[in-house]
């Protein structure tokens, strides 16, 4: 069922660096959530986001808000990115694109379909600035992202499925919709 604003997200187990079987509300915990399905630890795109979020998680935390990211790679890859990075957020393994395929977050039908100017600009950070390499590929390499943002109770405040695989919010625009501001 495609999630859209009003909706309720139903409970499911879910996988994370740390643990194998995870009820979702507990990792919500009463708290305002940013829920984000990107490509898999590997791809570049979704790293140059993932550090990102990284970056400005701070600003997320103060304003109350969390945020959780729901990626296509094994638990495994995720654990030892963990352990290197120090992330301040969950991230859900999800290689069976289980709840992908639950929340219909869809893929584009051909690679040029996740192409776009704010896609292009990602990936030259990855390459230029941040000197990123590919991983390993997991999942459906077309895979495109989605955002939810949650209220504490699972409620859906807003919801966005992107159309590129640059589509996913900055942590500028977290902050403001955490604060009241949507989009």
């Given at each position: 069922m495609a999630l859209k604003?009003?909706?309720i997200i139903d409970p499911f187990l879910c996988a994370t660096a740390e643990q194998e079987q995870v009820p979702f509300y507990t990792l919500l915990a009463g708290k305002p959530t940013a829920l984000i399905f990107l490509r898999h630890y590997g791809c570049r795109l979704s790293r140059v986001d993932i550090l990102d979020y990284k970056a400005g998680y701070g600003k997320i935390a103060q304003a109350g808000?969390?945020?959780?990211?729901?990626?296509?790679?094994?638990?495994?890859?995720l654990k030892e990115a963990q352990k290197e990075e120090a992330f301040p957020f969950v991230m859900i393994s999800d290689p069976e694109q289980e709840l992908y395929r639950r929340y219909e977050v869809g893929a584009a039908e051909t690679m040029e379909g996740i192409g776009s100017p704010s896609a292009a600009e990602k990936m030259r950070r990855a390459v230029e600035e941040l000197g990123l390499r590919p991983g390993v590929k997991e999942g459906n390499p077309c895979q495109l992202p989605a955002t939810f943002?949650?209220?504490g109770d699972?409620?859906?405040l807003w919801a966005h499925y992107g159309t590129d695989g640059g589509d996913v919010p900055d942590v500028d625009t977290l902050v403001k919709m955490l604060n009241g501001g949507r989009q």
């Open positions: 604003t009003g909706d808000g969390q945020l959780i990211l729901v990626l296509q790679s094994v638990r495994q890859i943002l949650l209220d699972g409620l859906v």
